[in-house]
């Protein structure tokens, strides 16, 4: 398995601004993922991290809103920037620790409020 | 485009119960299909998952089937448990959609003492 904590756990936030999670995995990971779970839906990817490039966006989701990073294989930052209301979900960050098998573990969570 | 179904909505139960939860897949090309579990306000802890060549997973109480050719998968949870009250989510990868996973929009299961 995998230990993920994120930070904050949770953020009230004010319209225009931006926040940057952070999730920190216990020991090297092959992949780290970034999703979000909308009140009352299910949970949609927005991007894969990559160590050391750009991350790699879904359908819907841009860099500039968006900004990842991974600057190693333990750690990585989703920033929610010029943020709206409509942006008010939970943020998740998940890994992938063995290719062959392809368990993913998520992390706790962060959940964020815009006012 | 992989569309993932979960049927039903909400189960409520007794405690002590045997009860299946569905999902349903609309391509059959996924690489494999993973359980989660989800308690209010947490993240996701992943009980089984299944490879695409295999039939079924267990672990304690919760067995996972997979019919990949019929794009379904249940979950059976035995003897059910107060503490087995959450959302349970089932998520399919697809063969050549990297490590992304496709959700469910999730059961909703309460178990009552």
């Known amino acids: 398995s995998a230990v993920i904590s994120q930070k904050p756990s949770r953020d009230i936030c004010q319209r225009g601004t931006s926040l940057t999670i952070q999730c920190q995995v216990d020991?090297?990971?092959?992949?780290m993922f970034w999703y979000r779970q909308q009140p009352g839906q299910s949970l949609t990817l927005i991007a894969t991290?990559?160590?050391?490039?750009?991350?790699?966006?879904e359908s819907g989701f841009v860099i500039d809103k968006f900004p990842i990073s991974r600057p190693n294989l333990t750690f990585s930052t989703l920033t929610v920037s010029n943020m709206s209301p409509e942006d008010s979900s939970i943020y998740l960050c998940?890994?992938?620790?063995?290719?062959?098998?392809?368990?993913?573990?998520f992390g706790p969570g962060t959940r964020l409020l815009v006012l | 485009k992989q569309e993932v179904t979960q049927i039903p909505a909400a189960l409520s139960v007794p405690e002590g119960e045997n009860l299946v939860l569905n999902c349903s897949f609309t391509?059959?090309?996924?690489?494999?299909l993973q359980w989660f579990r989800q308690d209010p306000g947490k993240g996701l802890t992943s009980l089984l998952l299944?490879?695409?060549?295999?039939r079924e997973q267990t672990s304690g109480r919760l067995n996972a089937s997979l019919d990949k050719s019929s794009g379904r998968s249940t979950l059976y949870i035995a003897a059910s448990q107060p503490g087995d009250s959450a959302t349970y989510l089932c998520?399919?990868?697809?063969?050549?959609?990297?490590?992304?996973?496709?959700f469910g929009e999730g059961t909703q299961l309460t178990v009552n003492p």
């Open positions: 998940s890994v992938v620790r063995d290719r062959v098998q392809e368990t993913q573990y």
């Open positions: 020991s090297q990971v092959t992949m």
């Open positions: 991290a990559n160590q050391g490039s750009e991350a790699t966006y």
């Open positions: 391509d059959s090309a996924i690489y494999n």
């Open positions: 299944i490879q695409s060549s295999q």
């Open positions: 998520a399919v990868r697809h063969e050549t959609s990297g490590s992304r996973l496709t």
